[in-house]
């Protein structure tokens, strides 16, 4: 199929179609072991979900020799890896980055201590391990064997302590990983395929198969070597969700595509699964304060910051450290007392990741809102000038001398001061975004039972899978997580042993 930015949106019918709740017993009639009374297909490796997670697993399996096939239960494939912002966190690269832009050091065991910290130590240290010792792999492997094409520029994004944001988007991600896989055989997803059924051979004690309901019918199929799940998420299901956090109830919005939903979540529990971090649930904090999506404006007060940005309320001043942690910005937005917050920058600023064009395209859309001074801004923002005025020319002095001390945001180099226009605002509110938690995996990506011992034949990554990010992510981790996690997956599932 041709993989172009409309085939990854999900329509109206695939919401409805993701709401759908797992069978609690499935029809298939079984033989004498338990398992189906034939299987209608056989695959090397079984991957269920095609978001970054599915595809990278896929693209590693194939390329160790194995048969592949990738189920999605939506019509069109990505989910939200589709609609991905695009960061992707790694301490180093092949293209030497952070060098070429003069943006300091980095280290493995910094962006180590960052993720474990971000995630107040909740993290599996042995998963953290595994995410930034491969992330610059995974991100040569895409960039040299898939033609991924970088934005400009690399970032630094809250709770990081040095620059290591690469950024594109979701699509160019997904479109490389599909790249990398058809070099070897790939014959693309298979899409309307929902999972409904993990089979289990009770005697060997290894899940060797799984039901799907596809075009009005149920097959199985069977997995020689192994089952990866990558089926993400749950933002999107309110009542999954209420039932770990209460209070994030359907009047939040969700960033997520509708096929975030926890049914294959619930299917491994219910095959004995152990979950962990189900209560960990983040909320992106500079999504549209009106449609709770990130859009491509939303990631700018993600990106900018580091480079000078300012977060400003509705009385035009600040109230947090722009470089905090997800979870810290979305707590002190809440507290503003108004529906949306605003990221302030100027040419400054922006120039050092993106151009005028880009600017003046959401201009004309009304998304960003500009003035030639902080004056006419202010009058766009309906906050007072004078307030804003003030807080532009106070966090200048701290870029000049180098420190703020009202909220202690690091304050480094290629931060610039913001003096001449025109001048922009973004508005940004939090959205719910995503599940740090999951089932427990090993550092092979094997799936762990509730008695703590491996699941023979059960593999997963990505957001399916709890305990890489502790109860904060960190910006770009998530990205990096999926696809490490994902050619992990993929090479131990497709392995004879």
Not at 203 to 221: A, H, L, P, Q
Not at 241 to 247: C, E, G, K
Not at 260 to 280: I, K, N, Y
């Amino acid at each position: 199929m041709k993989a172009t930015r409309r085939h990854f949106l999900v329509t109206a019918g695939a919401a409805a179609a993701a709401a759908a709740s797992v069978s609690a017993v499935a029809a298939t009639p079984c033989g004498a072991s338990g398992l189906p009374a034939k299987w209608d297909e056989a695959f090397d490796v079984v991957i269920v979900g095609s978001g970054f997670a599915g595809m990278s697993a896929a693209a590693t399996a194939l390329h160790e020799g194995a048969s592949v096939t990738v189920l999605e239960k939506m019509p069109t494939w990505g989910g939200n890896s589709a609609i991905a912002g695009g960061g992707f966190a790694a301490w180093t690269d092949s293209l030497k980055l952070r060098e070429k832009y003069g943006m300091g050091k980095d280290s493995e065991e910094q962006h180590r201590m960052d993720t474990l910290k971000g995630g107040d130590f909740f993290n599996m240290p042995e998963l953290v391990d595994v995410l930034v010792k491969n992330a610059p792999a995974a991100m040569d492997w895409m960039l040299k064997e898939g033609g991924l094409k970088l934005n400009k520029g690399i970032g630094r994004v809250g709770g990081h302590t040095a620059y290591r944001d690469h950024m594109a988007t979701g699509e160019r991600y997904l479109l490389a990983l599909e790249s990398i896989a058809k070099k070897n055989g790939f014959k693309g997803v298979r899409t309307n395929c929902k999972v409904v059924r993990l089979w289990k051979d009770e005697k060997s004690g290894r899940f060797v198969g799984v039901e799907v309901k596809t075009g009005g019918k149920t097959i199985n199929i069977r997995a020689n070597r192994g089952i990866v799940l990558g089926a993400g998420g749950y933002a999107r299901d309110v009542k999954f969700r209420m039932s770990q956090v209460p209070f994030l109830t359907e009047a939040y919005n969700s960033t997520n595509q509708p096929s975030a939903t926890a049914e294959t979540l619930m299917m491994a529990q219910a095959a004995g699964a152990s979950t962990l971090h189900l209560a960990f649930i983040q909320l992106f904090p500079t999504a549209d304060a009106k449609t709770g999506s990130i859009d491509r404006p939303a990631l700018f007060p993600i990106q900018f910051p580091g480079f000078g940005a300012v977060y400003v309320d509705k009385n035009g001043k600040r109230f947090v450290s722009e470089l905090g942690r997800r979870d810290v910005v979305s707590q002190a937005e809440t507290k503003t007392g108004g529906k949306c917050t605003w990221c302030v920058f100027n040419a400054q600023v922006y120039s050092k990741l993106t151009d005028k064009a880009e600017m003046d395209k959401f201009v004309a859309t009304g998304r960003l809102k500009t003035g030639k001074t902080l004056d006419e801004l202010a009058a766009a923002m309906q906050v007072p000038a004078a307030a804003l005025k003030a807080t532009i020319a106070e966090h200048n002095g701290f870029v000049r001398d180098g420190k703020d001390p009202k909220f202690g945001k690091p304050i480094s180099k290629a931060m610039a001061q913001m003096t001449e226009g025109p001048y922009y605002a973004v508005s940004q509110w939090p959205s719910v975004h995503h599940c740090q938690g999951g089932v427990r995996i090993n550092p092979k990506a094997q799936m762990i039972d509730i008695f703590g011992n491996v699941m023979p034949g059960l593999y997963a990554a990505g957001e399916f899978v709890g305990g890489v990010h502790g109860d904060n992510r960190l910006g770009g981790n998530a990205i990096a997580d999926c696809i490490v996690f994902g050619r992990v997956a993929g090479k131990n599932a497709a392995s004879k042993a």
